[in-house]
T-cell receptor, first 114, second 115 residues
Framework: GAVVSQHPSWVICKSGTSVKIECRSL??????MFWYRQFPKQSLMLMAT?????????EQGVEKDKFLINHASLTLSTLTVTSAHPEDSSFYIC??????????FGPGTRLLVL | AQKITQTQPGMFVQEKEAVTLDCTYD???????LFWYKQPSSGEMIFLIY??????QNATEGRYSLNFQKARKSANLVISASQLGDSAMYFC????????????FGKGTMLLVSP
């Protein structure tokens, strides 16, 4: 099946620092990748849709200057949380799609901002 | 109105029994897809099963089957012969339209399988 990896799986950082999370499709080329955020005991909320070689499309209420997304190749998308604050602490999970139908998810990244 | 509704916050089932997790959806688009994902405590989202709006038959994948009732706008997940490893959160999700794969998720149902 399609495999998506994320790195790192865990990150703890100080308030004000920036954190980069990588999402890779390991055995397929993904024209579209998605970034979600999930708070404890809640569902996944889509943050942005990322297409290779173009600017990401952000969902309403998501600050594009705070959550920088780069989709440099068909197998890699990165999410950078700039000037992270404690309220940014969450579970960030990416997904990638092969055929515009099924999304395959990465294992997620738990971010804790102190 | 919520696009995906999962009314069961939690479900209990005994090992080896079948369980049905409910999901209703709301869309005016004639072309859509319905998905079920499993999220164990580790956090990863595991794709289980997919049903397209134009599919004539209910989807099945091993012990998972989708009871698709289009007129009622429901897409319940049936897990047969439950196993302890099935204990997890289960999310129903919908994609609307063709070739546009943004998913909308329900709030999820926590399934606990007891020995």
């Amino acid at each position: 099946g399609a495999v998506v990896s994320q790195h790192p799986s865990w990150v703890i950082c100080k308030s004000g620092t920036s954190v980069k999370i990588e999402c890779r499709s390991l055995d397929f080329q993904a024209t579209t990748m998605f970034w979600y955020r999930q708070f404890p005991k809640q569902s996944l909320m889509l943050m942005a849709t990322s297409n290779e070689g173009s600017k990401a499309t952000y969902e309403q209420g998501v600050e594009k200057d705070k959550f920088l997304i780069n989709h440099a190749s068909l197998t890699l998308s990165t999410l950078t949380v700039t000037s992270a604050h404690p309220e940014d602490s969450s579970f960030y999970i990416c997904s990638a799609t092969i055929n515009q139908e099924t999304q395959y998810f990465g294992p997620g990244t738990r971010l804790l901002v102190l | 109105a919520q696009k995906i509704t999962q009314t069961q916050p939690g479900m209990f089932v005994q090992e080896k029994e079948a369980v049905t997790l409910d999901c209703t959806y709301d869309t005016s688009d004639p072309s859509y897809g319905l998905f079920w994902y499993k999220q164990p405590s580790s956090g990863e989202m595991i794709f289980l099963i997919y049903q397209g709006s134009y599919d004539q038959q209910n989807a099945t994948e091993g012990r998972y089957s989708l009871n698709f009732q289009k007129a009622r706008k429901s897409a319940n997940l049936v897990i047969s012969a439950s196993q302890l490893g099935d204990s997890a959160m289960y999310f129903c999700a919908m994609r609307e339209g063709k070739g546009y794969s943004t998913l909308t998720f329900g709030k999820g149902t926590m399934l606990l399988v007891s020995p």
